[in-house]
Each structure stands twice: as C-alpha cells, then as structure tokens.
C-alpha cells in the first residue's frame, strides 16, 4: 500500500462519507424535532386543566383555574422568589455536598474490597429507610435552621452519585488498565488519564437524577419544620385552602428541578465533548 494511501482520512476511503459538524440552524431544528413532543403534551394538559376549571367539574377550592394560578404567580413574585431563593439554596448545598462526598466515598469502595462489602450494606439501608420518617429527628437535632433540609438533600441525593460512580469506575476495559500497567503508570496516573476520565459518562447519569432528588429533600426537610422555603408555602396554601398559592409552589419547585436538570446536562456537553462525539459521529457508513 503506498503511503499516499496510507495518509488517507477516513472520510477519504471508499465506502465512508465525511459529515461536517450542525450548523445552527441544524441544531435549531435538531432541539425542535426533540421539544415539539413534550411541549405540546404540556399544552395539551394545560388545555385539561383549564377546561376542567372552566366547566366547573372539580370545586376551584380543589383545582384552581390556569388564571388563578398564574394571577399568583404575577401579583405573588416577590413573597415567591424569596422563598424559591431559600430552597434553591438548600438544594445545590446539598447536591455540592453529595457529589463530593458520594464521588470520594465512590473511589474508596472500588480500590477496597472491604470497605465496598462494609459500607454498600450500609448505604443501601440508608437508602431504603424514608427521609420523610426520620426528617423530624434531624429538626429535633439539628433545630428548625438550614441544617435539617440540606441534611436531608444530601441523603436523597448521595446514593445516585455513589452508584453511579461505582458503575463508572469499575465500567473500564481492564485491558486499558493492563496496558498502563505495562507501560509503568502509577496507581493515581492511571486514576486520573483513565479510570476518572472513563467514569464520567455514568457520573453525569447519576447527577441528572439527584439534582433532582436534591430539590425533593430540601422541600422535604421544609415540610417538617420550617419558616420559609417553597415546602413552608406550599404547606402554609394547603392549610389554608389556598390552592392557587399551592399550585404556584408546585410549578415554581417543577421549575427548580427542570433547571438544574437542563444546568448539568450541557455541563455534561461541554465537559464531555468526546463522549458527545461518540453518540453523533462526525462520519457515517454508507454501503
């Protein structure tokens, strides 16, 4: 084979066709085709729901009309906004505080085999046990402050991360860590060029799933004793038969979760961008 042909890009052998990168108006189209479906299944509910208030079928004390819930959240910003900043707040604090714990506590159980069949019993107890149940405890430790609800965030959200990472760590071809081996690479080298690198994929898995854990736990914490957070408001409407007030809680919490779920999926775009390329590959086959 000459070295003319050797020196060939894949996009240059017969059979393979190169494909540039979207453009933007391909990525326009791309986010429309995959958000049209959802959106209009929202758009449908949302017709439902107001047809159901509109003709009357459930009392308004029960299921407040569209308006209603959006009159609240117009004439409500203020008292809203302050209550969402505090469990917004609670709510990263104990995601942060998750994955660093989760990931360390992740990387020691796959380097020991000992301290993986010591502490997964554990976790998975944790695991099962309600927060709900033992959420009055933290507020009688820990008092009606901050504490209890990131507490609480911390435990919902900790057991995704650790599995995740678990599954991440122990997912490398184990003829890649031969090879390092081989070639004399020190135990944290090959942690940090291979087994870390390798393992992000599932991490990112597991931290769309408990950011949004992490909200449930803040409300959560917030439903036992508090006096402000979105859990407080929406707890405070339900005894007072407020429904527009509850419903708005509910959305404005939705929302908290869809954006911070949407914040780490392009984290994970933008610091994956290798694992991006593998699932839209820049060359297709064509024969």
Known sequence: MSQSALAKRPADVAGVARRDGPTTG????????????PLALLLAALVVWWVIAAAELIEPYLVPSPGATLDVLTSKTGYLWQHTWVTTYETLLGFVIAVAVGVLAAVVMVYSSTVERTLYPILLFAQVVPKIAIAPLFVVWLGFGIAPKILIAVLIAFFPVVISMVTGLKAVDPEMLQLSATMGAKPWQTFVKIRFP??????????????????????VGEFVGANEGLGYVILQANGNLDTPMLFAGLLVMSLIGVVLFVIVEIAEKLLLPWHASRRESSATTTF
Do not use: D, I, N
């Open 26 to 37: 391909e990525r326009f189209a791309r986010a429309a085709e995959q958000s049209w479906r």
């Open 198 to 219: 390798a393992s992000l994929p599932h991490l990112f898995s597991g931290l769309k799933v408990a950011v949004t854990l992490a909200v449930t736990g803040a409300v």
